[in-house]
Nanobody, 125 residues
Framework: QVRLVESGGGSVQAGDSLRLSCTAP????????LGWFRQAPGKEREFVGI????????YYGDAVKGRFTISRDNAKDTVYLQMNSLKPEDTAVYYC??????????????????WGQGTQVIVSS
């Protein structure tokens, strides 16, 4: 497993934006796709999106499509989740995750082998 670290969470108002970051200290994940998930209290972990190892392609869950954007800077070994037009229902702990295998695009939580500790996002109405 690789240690992933998320940052950038916080409390905002509906309609605001936040940008989350994910790094892997001491590790280069440039040949791995990186995904984002979220989990609200009492709910199952939900796929937010994933970016390929080159950064050329991204895929999103329906709930965030058009509002969230994933990008990466492989020179900095950092992946970002830009969240715009936030809604109260976006309130959750957000996790970045790395698939078990390199150069693999997956969307199921069981297909990811490394997870961060999560960062809390709270959106107030």
């Amino acid at each position: 497993q690789v240690r992933l670290v998320e940052s950038g969470g916080g409390s905002v108002q509906a309609g605001d934006s936040l940008r989350l970051s994910c790094t892997a200290p001491g590790y280069s994940f440039s040949n791995y796709a990186l995904g984002w998930f979220r989990q609200a209290p009492g709910k199952e972990r939900e796929f937010v999106g994933i970016i390929t190892w080159t950064g050329r392609s991204t895929y999103y869950g329906d709930a965030v499509k058009g509002r969230f954007t994933i990008s990466r800077d492989n020179a900095k070994d950092t992946v970002y989740l830009q969240m715009n037009s936030l809604k109260p229902e976006d309130t959750a702990v957000y996790y970045c995750a790395m698939p078990h295998s390199p150069e693999t695009v997956v969307t199921g939580a069981a297909e990811f082998g490394s997870w961060g500790q999560g960062t809390q996002v709270i959106v107030s109405s």
